[in-house]
């Protein structure tokens, strides 16, 4: 499985990104794909998710109203739109993907390489 993550860059406060993750290897039939992001000396959190079968998406709080996942399954894509930027929205943004049955915390969970958002104030 490889999941390739791209779209990030340098914003002022207040704009919009759409990050793109493209994702191979697998059908990835029953499984949720993920975007997470982690600023500098901070812990990694979930940002959002979604299930790959059905397209149920799920938004943490701290991004809900501002950001939308969602994903391409022909062609195999996630997507994070995030609208409304804000300075602490500044992180490295990783995709990812587990089987719906598993926990975001299994070593079976795929990890992409990141893309780094940085929003200035």
């Known amino acids: 499985v490889q999941l390739q993550a791209s779209g990030g860059g340098l914003v002022q406060a207040g704009a919009s990104l759409t990050l793109s993750c493209a994702a191979s290897?697998?059908?990835?039939?029953?499984?949720?794909m993920g975007w997470f992001r982690q600023a500098s000396g901070k812990d990694r959190e979930i940002v959002a998710e979604?299930?790959?079968?059905?397209?149920?998406?799920t938004v943490a709080d701290s991004v809900k109203g501002r950001f939308t996942v969602s994903r391409d399954k022909a062609l195999k894509m996630v997507y994070l739109q995030m609208n409304s930027l804000r300075p602490e929205d500044t992180a490295v943004y990783y995709c990812?993907?587990?089987?719906?049955?598993?926990?975001?915390?299994?070593?079976?969970?795929?990890w992409g390489q990141g893309t780094q958002v940085t929003v200035s104030s």
């Open positions: 979604i299930t790959w079968n059905w397209g149920t998406p």
């Open positions: 990812a993907a587990r089987r719906s049955a598993a926990r975001w915390d299994a070593a079976s969970v795929y």
């Open positions: 290897g697998s059908t990835f039939t029953n499984h949720n």
